[in-house]
């Protein structure tokens, strides 16, 4: 008889620590942290999400992709850690005075990643094929804008309709691909520092030095980027020293790591918001928006979810991008409960009920949806929260626009507001919440057209301002980026864009 | 039913006892709100404030494990009470009458229990979507076919017995003799599949928010506090204990509980 009494203890202890232990985190990790002795070097890297299905540069969605393959593809200009423009495959560049003619002189013998040579054909061909088949709309709204694009010996000529004092930004993202090559979805080929070397979805990707790369060389031979569908694995394994290195790491996480890793703290630049349908009930109404930012208090999200780290946000500009961050929409809606409510009676939304899907698979959306649906309770608002799968919510959620709010964080592709801006236009794809403000699209526009440098950044602080005035969405942070690098390596450096760049990465002896 | 005291009994009770107030009390009142956060307090290790500790959002632990405790036990005891009303009727009609209504039945059980329970319950809730009430009819419903099979075969064996034929003689109707007659008879099989039961039933809904299909946040639920608990295993220990402690007790107290009448009232 006791022999049963202790089965049961057992079966219940080991049934509990099952219950704890979680999926993922019982997976043994073969591979071992990479080793830093020069020259070889290898940094075995954690991604919190697989990569894209289609790795074609023009056709990547996800941020998590963009952020591993801009270490393999390039533009004749890439932007570098100030948010500046500097000549990647071209040498050099050149703006006429009317800011309608760039000149780029396409650089000597760069070579892509297969062998071939880059042509002064590779490059149309890259930005023909990039207008033609872009997913990213604000990159094709500016390059429907050229009027002309011709070779010039060695020499590429773009003619702009209209003074676009952001355009560098755009052609930073037409990466420069070979013509003749037809496989970038699965086995990308560019000009980078790194080639892609392999990639086994779920798995694992591997990056490669480029030698023959034109400019520095990495120190790093090889990046072992592993997948792990689940945080709590990948900090596991991080902890464990299996991994070298990983970012978008929680500031929970960040200060429990007992492994000796350096931590450095910087932003995600991504815009968290709660999204809105604005093109169905109940959020098609303004008043019951503006109720939602009324109450949400930021500063006790951010205190909640990231112990004050992190930046408050107003409107789709992250702090990041300086000059056209509009600092005073920040504060646009001071945490007021009672003007929500009374929004919510003028709209005839009393005890408003909604559901907010957000991604499992990244904590930090979560843990702010349950703050949220805390403050809106305080309002007498009812938000229930229904967690989604990554691949559910970007076909559903994001491509369906199956969708009452959601919580998530949205990345520029590229160094321009627009990355952030265009997205809202009333006739864009992307734009999946369907806003849809015809003021908003003339700011837009008026920020293209414009030649001068001050009124188009003015435009733009327009177009954010009226996203806070109807508040489009319940805009409320950028959150605070924390990246775990082994001691053994160093020289990791913040983006102002969702990008890590492993070829600064060098081994710290 | 007598039941002679033993150690099994005596533990089990008091354990049970102690739970039950607790839970039942975490239904009306909790110390602090299960909800409310609070910047300033969070990932609190046990004091006398907060004697299970905070969690990420300053939450006190022992609320939530209270509010996710009473839930977890009135989802069990639902779903153990529609797998037993129903495996009851189910099974004292096949295991009386037999005949092909019984093979079917039988059958069907059959496939139903062919499959792993929680992968049953993973694509029911998934279909239907989460929520207390789906949950409860998933499992339910899962539930269902061992409770047909135990008191299927214990009326079978009943049936043909002396004190049947002669009730049967004497005109006793067909109800009456299923469930005044037979069904006392069968309380030593089912009282420890009850408890089997409900200690399965409160794993299973564990296990379902744990994998975040179950109770949503923020409603807590033992499940989806070990499931969060996860991240701060390291910083705050005491999260994941409060949780995972909870499951074990609960289902400690009804296997001791249930262990100590079985022994009471058999002979060893």
């Known amino acids: ?509 | 039913m007598k039941i002679r005291k033993n150690a099994y009994f005596i533990t089990g009770g008091i354990l049970s006892a102690i739970l039950t107030v607790i839970i039942v009390t975490g239904l009306f009142w909790t110390p602090y709100s299960t909800t409310a956060m609070n910047a300033q307090e969070k990932l609190q290790p046990p004091s006398w404030k907060h004697i299970l500790g905070t969690d990420n959002f300053g939450r006190d632990v022992f609320s939530r494990v209270m509010e996710g405790a009473g839930t977890s036990l009135i989802i069990a005891l639902l779903v153990v009470v529609i797998g037993c009303v129903c495996g009851i009727v189910f099974g004292s009609l096949c295991g009386y009458f037999g005949g092909a209504a019984d093979l079917i039945l039988m059958r069907i059980c059959d496939a139903i229990t062919a499959f792993p329970a929680m992968l049953l319950a993973l694509v029911i809730v998934s279909l239907t979507g989460g929520g207390a009430g789906n949950i409860v009819l998933a499992l339910g419903i899962l539930f269902i076919p061992s409770f047909t099979r135990v008191v299927r075969t214990e009326y079978a064996s009943c049936r043909d017995l002396n004190y049947i034929n002669a009730a049967r003689l004497m005109g006793v109707s067909n109800p009456r003799i299923l469930y005044a007659h037979i069904l006392p008879n069968t309380l030593s099989v089912l009282i420890p599949t009850i408890t089997i039961g409900f200690n399965n039933a409160i794993l299973a809904e564990a296990s379902l928010s744990f994998l975040g299909i179950g109770i949503q946040p923020p409603q807590a639920s033992l499940g989806s506090m070990l499931k969060d608990s996860q991240n701060y295993l390291a910083s705050a220990p005491w999260y994941a204990l409060g949780a995972g402690g909870a499951i074990v007790l609960m289902i400690l107290a009804v296997s001791l509980l249930s262990e100590g009448v079985q022994q009471g009232t058999c002979r060893i």
């Not at chain 1, 967690?387 to 949205?410: M, Q």
Request: charged content about 20%; some cysteine; glycine content about 6%.
């Open chain 1, 1 to 509: 008889m006791s022999r049963r009494i202790y089965a049961l203890l057992l079966s219940s202890a080991i049934l509990s620590c099952a219950l704890g232990a979680g999926p993922g985190a019982t997976m043994t990790i073969a591979d071992e942290a990479g080793s830093a002795s020069s020259g070889d070097a290898e940094l075995v890297v954690g991604l919190p999400q697989d990569l894209d299905n289609s790795l074609d540069p023009y056709q990547i969605t996800a941020a998590g992709t963009r952020e591993v393959l801009f270490n393999v593809y390039e533009g004749l200009v890439k932007p570098d850690t100030d948010g500046n423009f500097v000549d990647a495959v071209a040498s050099a560049h050149e703006i006429s005075e009317d800011g309608l003619t760039y000149t780029f002189t396409l650089r000597k013998g760069v070579l892509f990643h297969n062998g071939d040579e880059v042509t002064i054909d590779d490059v149309l061909y890259s930005f023909d094929t990039c207008a033609a088949t872009t997913t990213n709309s604000a990159v094709e709204a500016a390059l429907s804008d050229i009027q002309d694009i011709t070779a010039d010996g060695e020499d590429v000529v773009i003619t702009l309709a209209s003074a676009n004092s952001s355009f560098l930004s755009t052609v930073s993202s037409v990466t420069i691909v070979p013509a003749s090559y037809k496989d970038q979805a699965t086995a990308p080929v560019g000009t980078g520092p790194f080639k892609f070397d392999s990639y086994s979805p779920q798995d694992k990707a591997v990056l490669v030095r480029n030698d023959d790369y034109y400019g520095d060389k990495p120190a790093l031979a090889k990046v072992t980027c592993r997948i792990f569908d689940d945080a709590n694995a990948l900090y596991t394994a991080l902890d464990s020293g299996a991994l070298d290195m990983a970012f978008h790491l929680t500031v929970d996480q960040a200060g429990s790591l007992s492994n000796g890793y350096e931590v450095s703290e910087g932003e995600m630049n991504l815009v968290q918001a709660l999204y809105l349908n604005n093109a169905n009930p109940p959020f098609n109404d303004e008043r019951v928006r503006q109720a939602l930012c009324y109450a949400v208090d930021k500063d006790m999200l951010l205190d909640l979810t990231e112990d004050g780290h992190g930046a408050k946000l107003g409107s789709s500009v992250y702090p990041s991008f300086r000059k056209y961050f509009a600092e005073d929409l920040v504060d646009a809606y001071p945490y007021d409960p009672a003007k929500a409510a009374e929004l919510l009676q003028e709209a005839g939304a009393e005890g408003l009920t909604f559901t907010i899907k957000v991604p499992s698979n990244y904590t930090q959306h979560v843990d702010t949806a349950n703050v949220l649906v805390e403050m809106f309770a305080a309002a007498g608002i009812n938000a229930v929260i229904e967690k989604v799968e990554w691949n559910s919510w970007l076909e559903n959620v994001y491509k369906g626009r199956d969708f009452e709010a959601t919580v998530i964080g949205f990345d520029a592709a590229y160094l321009s507001p627009d990355a952030l801006l265009q997205r809202w236009v009333s006739d864009n794809g992307s734009n999946f919440i369907g806003y849809s403000s015809p003021e908003y699209d003339a700011a837009m526009e008026n920020a293209h057209t414009s030649a001068k440098d001050e009124e188009q950044v003015e435009a733009y602080k327009e177009a954010q301002k009226i996203l806070s005035d109807t508040a489009a969405n319940v805009y409320l942070q950028d959150l605070a980026d924390f990246v775990a690098l082994n001691p053994e390596f160093t020289g990791y450096e913040f983006y102002p864009l969702y990008a890590v760049d492993f070829s600064r990465i060098h081994p710290a002896s």
